[in-house]
């Protein structure tokens, strides 16, 4: 659904290596959209004083200090869900009733949030778009 390319941005032939990866992807003969939803990772950039990416899109990361990983992982999150047509939504569900089986049985269940004092929980979920209408004709309320 996606291609990270992450690149030694301090490596002196960091951008000859970028053109023969991209080369080896184009003659994998990956669908285009593929290949235009690169997501271009720039590591290393402790290494260099403040640094900023010349790429347009460019995410500047150090995997050994943390640095821009939250942001990688947002991105990377938001491109597999527009790839696969999905989405991320939080749902109140009676805890009674039988939506939190529904849910792990036909989503991607990431969080449960249990009110005790009501009997309800709040659930994140990634649910595509047709297992969601499913969810609404099943439980309207």
Not at 39 to 66: C, F, M, W
Not at 87 to 95: A, F, P, Q
């Amino acid at each position: 659904d996606l291609i990270v390319h992450v690149r030694d941005i301090t490596h002196p032939e960091t951008i000859l290596q970028k053109a023969t990866v991209l080369s080896v992807l184009r003659n994998l003969n990956l669908p285009s959209h593929l290949l235009d939803s690169v997501v271009e990772v720039h590591n290393k950039v402790d290494l260099i004083e403040r640094y900023k990416p010349t790429e347009e899109n460019a995410l500047a990361v150090s995997a050994l200090h943390g640095h821009g990983l939250e942001e990688l992982k947002q991105e990377i999150e938001k491109k597999i869900l527009t790839a696969t047509g999905k989405k991320i939504l939080t749902v109140n569900i009676n805890l009674e009733g039988p939506q939190l089986s529904w849910l792990y049985k036909e989503a991607t269940v990431q969080e449960v949030e249990v009110m005790p004092e009501d009997g309800t929980a709040r659930v994140k979920v990634i649910i595509g778009s047709s297992a969601f209408g499913r969810y609404k004709n099943l439980f309207p309320n």
